[in-house]
């Protein structure tokens, strides 16, 4: 069963940037599809970036659009979502998960299919 373990949340002002990283062990990424969920307090759990097995396709909800970007380092294993322009309405824990994938397999899965989960990391924008 993959392991995940998100970073890099913290306290951020308006308009900074933060990293965070999705670090998975007993899988290598070329064998999952990963994506990033977020939770404000009192919302749902909402689907922001996912990235295919294969890293070619990608994709993102509108609310980060132009702002967020995914990528991944093979060799360390991890997943990484840079944030840019960061809005108070980004506050939330954010969620790495992943799913099995065929090995670089281009096909990116629905949010609703993501079936291991990281414990999630604090992201709180404010001034």
């Known amino acids: 069963q993959s392991q995940l373990v998100e970073s890099g949340g913290g306290l951020v002002q308006p308009g900074g940037s933060l990293r965070l990283s999705c670090l998975v062990s007993?899988?290598?990424?070329?064998?999952?599809?990963i994506a990033w969920f977020r939770q404000a307090p009192g919302k749902e759990r909402e689907g922001i970036s996912r990235?295919?097995?294969?890293?070619?396709?990608?994709g993102y909800a509108n609310s980060v659009k132009g702002r967020f970007i995914l990528s991944r380092d093979i060799p360390k294993n991890t997943v990484y979502l840079q944030m840019n322009n960061l809005r108070p309405d980004d506050t939330a824990v954010y969620y790495c998960?992943?799913?099995?994938?065929?090995?670089?397999?281009?096909?990116?899965?629905?949010?609703?299919?993501?079936?291991?989960w990281g414990r999630g990391t604090q992201v709180t924008v404010s001034s």
């Open positions: 998960s992943a799913i099995e994938s065929h090995f670089r397999s281009s096909y990116l899965p629905l949010y609703d299919e993501y079936s291991y």
């Open positions: 007993d899988f290598t990424l070329e064998r999952i599809a």
């Open positions: 990235i295919s097995a294969d890293g070619t396709n990608t």
